[in-house]
C-alpha cells in the first residue's frame, strides 16, 4: 500500500510478483525498457530488443504493441513483459499475450481485473502524480511513470522526483542512465528508512 498522499516522500509497502520473482518496492523502481516498434514487423526483432534490454540491466520490458508481438515477447522469457493499455479491452488483449504487468491510465484501473494479474496506474508527467499516487492507493496497486519522450538531463530530474514521489516502475528508452537514477534514489530512499520518525 502506498503511504497517504499528504506525506512529502510516501512510504510505498508493495511487493510485485511479475514471472515467479518478487520484487520488493519499498525502495527501489523497477526499470522498464521500452522496446520500439520493429521497423519490419518480425517477431525476431522484438525479441532482439527484449534481449538488449536485459543485457543493459533492464528489471522489465515495455513491449507496449501488437499483441501478436507481446506474445513471442513474454514466451522468451527473458525478462517479464510489462504493455501499455489505454483501455480496458487492450489490457485484457495484453493479458492474453501473456503480459505480466499492465500499465493503464488512474481512470481504467479501477475497472481493469485485478485478478488476472498485476496492474499500475502509469503517468508521464510528475504534475499528474498527486492524483494518480490517490488512485494508486486506493487500489492497492504501483505507480509507474513513463519518461521516453523525455531529453536525458530532464528525464533524470523526472525519474528522480516520480521515484521519490512514490512512482515504482520507470518506463525509458535509456536503460543505463535511469538505472543509474533508480539505483540512487533507492539508496537515498533506504537511508531515509532508517532514521526513526520524531
Known amino acids: 500500500m502506498i503511504a497517504p498522499a ?10 510485485l510478483t511479475l514471472g515467479g520473482t518478487s520484487f520488493d518496492l519499498r525502495w527501489r523502481a523497477l526499470v522498464a525498457a521500452v522496446v520500439p516498434a520493429p521497423r519490419f514487423g518480425r517477431e525476431g526483432e522484438v525479441l532482439a530488443g527484449v534481449r538488449t534490454a536485459r543485457d543493459a540491466g533492464a528489471d522489465l520490458a515495455d513491449v507496449s504493441l501488437s499483441p501478436r508481438l507481446i506474445g513471442p515477447a513474454a514466451g522468451a522469457g ?3 513483459v510489462v504493455v501499455r493499455a489505454r483501455s480496458i479491452p487492450e489490457a485484457a488483449a495484453a493479458r ?4 505480466g504487468l499492465v500499465l493503464v491510465p488512474a481512470d481504467v484501473v479501477a475497472d ?4 488476472d494479474g498485476p ?5 508521464d508527467d510528475v504534475g499528474h502524480l498527486g492524483r494518480a ?15 521516453t519522450g523525455r531529453v536525458s538531463a530532464g ?4 525519474e528522480s522526483a516520480a521515484i521519490a514521489g ?13 538505472r543509474r537514477v533508480v539505483e540512487t534514489v533507492a539508496a537515498l530512499l533506504a537511508a531515509r528508512r532508517e532514521v526513526p520518525e520524531r
Open 155 to 158: 528525464a533524470m530530474a523526472i
Open 6 to 15: 499528504t506525506s512529502p516522500v510516501p512510504r510505498v509497502d508493495l511487493t
Open 112 to 115: 481493469v481485473a485485478m485478478a
Open 119 to 123: 496492474v499500475a496506474v502509469v503517468i
Open 166 to 178: 512514490g512512482c515504482r516502475v520507470v518506463c525509458t528508452a535509456d536503460v543505463r542512465r535511469t
Open 78 to 80: 527473458l525478462v517479464p
Open 133 to 147: 499516487r490517490a488512485v494508486a492507493e486506493r487500489h492497492g496497486v504501483a505507480l509507474a511513470i513513463d519518461v
Open 96 to 99: 492474453r499475450a501473456g503480459a
